[in-house]
């Protein structure tokens, strides 16, 4: 059981360029997140999802893009990267139903992403 | 959701219980809450959350005032491993949107010594 996987686990991208942050879970999980991680600072929130075909901004969510065409993956999509968008970024999975909703959510490993 | 206050930093002698408090003053009755972890550069690890009632599982204990304003989550022996950002959130049970967010404030950093 593999939980949640991201990769890549390391991007440098130069200013302007696109890419897709993969995230996937094999737990069944309706509900998926994004966030992202500024150094010294608490996670916050780009995008999230509560199962294929329905995802919502979160707190943060300018110069990001997501889809949920199925249940296990979640990509997060720059496509004009900025410096600003330096950060570590964290997927995360957790169960929707509704006798679950007070259970724990699962994080990725994180993919640390660099704008230069 | 409800906002939380942690002190920004702790520090704990190796093998000694460490307490981590978390001021929550406008949680609502129907918020849990829940405690987090982030080991250095890795994902957010769960550790425990609860209603009212104290819990306890095999990494801690979590400890609630009766009026619910705060609480704080006991590591019985710390060890090194247990060097960590530690975030404490509270959110409601449901909220029958179908929307489900955990807001991560700075945490408190806990630092065991050997």
């Known amino acids: 059981n593999a939980g949640v996987t991201q990769t890549p686990k390391f991007r440098i991208l130069k200013i302007g360029q696109s890419m897709t942050l993969q995230c996937t879970q094999d737990?069944?999980?309706?509900?998926m997140y994004w966030y992202r991680q500024d150094p010294g600072m608490g996670l916050k929130l780009i995008y999230y999802?509560?199962?294929?075909?329905?995802?919502d901004k979160g707190e943060v969510p300018n110069g990001y893009n997501v889809s949920r065409s199925t249940t296990e993956d979640f990509p997060l999509r720059l496509e004009l990267a900025a410096p600003s968008q330096t950060s570590v970024y964290f997927c995360?999975?957790?169960?929707?139903?509704?006798?679950?909703?007070?259970?724990?959510?699962?994080f990725g490993q994180g993919t640390r992403l660099t704008v230069v | 959701d409800a906002k939380t206050t942690q002190p920004p930093s702790m520090d704990c002698a190796e093998g000694r219980a460490a307490n981590l408090p978390c001021n929550h003053s406008?949680?609502?009755?129907?918020?849990?809450v829940y405690w987090y972890r982030q080991i250095h550069s890795q994902g957010p690890q769960y550790i425990i959350h609860?209603?009212?009632n104290n819990e306890t599982n095999e990494m801690a204990s979590l400890i609630i005032t009766e009026d619910r304003k705060s609480s704080t989550l006991i590591l019985p022996h710390a060890t090194l491993r247990d060097t960590a950002v530690y975030y404490c959130?509270?959110?409601?049970?449901?909220?029958?949107?179908?929307?489900?967010?955990?807001?991560f404030g700075k945490g408190t950093k806990l630092s065991v010594i050997p």
């Open positions: 995360a999975s957790k169960s929707g139903l509704k006798e679950d909703l007070n259970t724990e959510a699962f």
């Open positions: 999802s509560v199962g294929a075909g329905i995802t």
């Open positions: 737990m069944n999980h309706n509900y």
């Open positions: 406008t949680i609502s009755g129907n918020e849990y």
């Open positions: 959130i509270v959110r409601a049970a449901y909220s029958g949107a179908g929307s489900y967010q955990l807001t």
């Open positions: 609860g209603l009212k």
